[in-house]
């Protein structure tokens, strides 16, 4: 379905809307079952989903997944890594209703649009290394430099997201303070998240809500207003696709390159086979 202007108004006024149904569950199990490919690639021998039909949306799926990144976490970062460039996730991402509710609430033309930030995450059960604190996403993408209001997050659920599993939390209506000095972190190496949390003083001046959402809705975020993810302590993955939408023609837009880091283990996986040795 596409948004209404009362999910408009909604956004423009809490600073973040929750979006029903933009995705179908064939578009996201595109998503999901690459996942999946990429999983059999790095672990060719697994036997359990030998039978089933759809294995990515199997519970059994998440749990190998959480085993591979606990016995293997370098082979786990460079299937994560390799999801990230994928084809089918930017196509995903950039397909015409998807763009469509995206240049609806920033009032500008799709094709003039610019995007940054495309994401898949795979956030497991009690992982606190690569979860950010309050932050706004304006002080990690300064495309719109001057006006958080002329970009979005584009968030999807690619299943159920409750609360349990680490729904989006938002600080309401603190998008209008603008973009906050954050207290910045160290991002220590390649595999942990750089953290620009917003103080804590300062969240503390909004009331909180949470964004539990259904499969294909999309969260649609200000990037100037304080939110986080909550921890998940399921026993699911929470899977989610991520996007940021700007307005190019903006007199704030700043144009930015990409700064290539390529996934060391790969790397290394790449050298063996020159060489002759295993994959």
């Not at 591979?68 to 460039?85: I, N, T």
């Not at 993408?141 to 979005?152: A, F, H, T, V, W």
Request: glycine share 8%; charged share 25%.
């Amino acid at each position: 379905m596409s948004i209404q202007q009362q999910q408009i108004d909604a956004y423009w006024r809490d600073g973040f809307v929750v979006v029903p149904s933009v995705f179908t569950r064939e578009e996201i199990d595109g998503v999901r079952s690459m996942i999946f490919r990429l999983y059999t690639r790095f672990v060719p021998d697994d036997a359990r989903f030998g039978g089933l039909r759809e294995p990515w949306n199997d519970p059994r799926f998440d749990a190998a997944m959480c085993e591979l990144r606990a016995r293997e976490p370098k082979k786990f970062g460079a299937l994560y890594d390799c999801a990230q460039g994928s084809l089918e996730l930017l196509r995903f991402l950039t397909h015409g209703r998807a763009v469509d509710v995206a240049a609806r609430v920033l009032g500008e033309r799709a094709g003039d649009l610019s995007f940054s930030g495309l994401m898949l995450r795979m956030d497991v059960p009690e992982d606190r290394r690569n979860v950010l604190t309050w932050h706004q996403d304006r002080a990690y993408y300064p495309q719109n430099y001057n006006d958080g209001g002329r970009g979005l997050v584009y968030s999807v659920a690619l299943q159920d997201i409750t609360e349990e599993m680490g729904a989006l939390h938002f600080s309401v209506g603190s998008h209008r303070a603008g973009l906050i000095e954050p207290e910045s972190g160290v991002k220590r190496d390649y595999h942990t998240t750089e953290q620009r949390a917003v103080p804590a003083e300062a969240v503390a001046r909004y009331p909180e809500a949470r964004g539990a959402c259904r499969k294909g809705d999309v969260v649609l975020i200000h990037m100037d207003v304080f939110h986080r993810s909550g921890h998940n302590i399921s026993d699911r993955i929470r899977f989610s696709a991520l996007f940021r939408y700007h307005r190019m023609l903006a007199d704030d837009y700043v144009p930015f390159g990409l700064l290539y880091q390529y996934n060391p283990y790969m790397i290394d996986c790449a050298k063996a086979v020159a060489g002759g040795g295993a994959n």
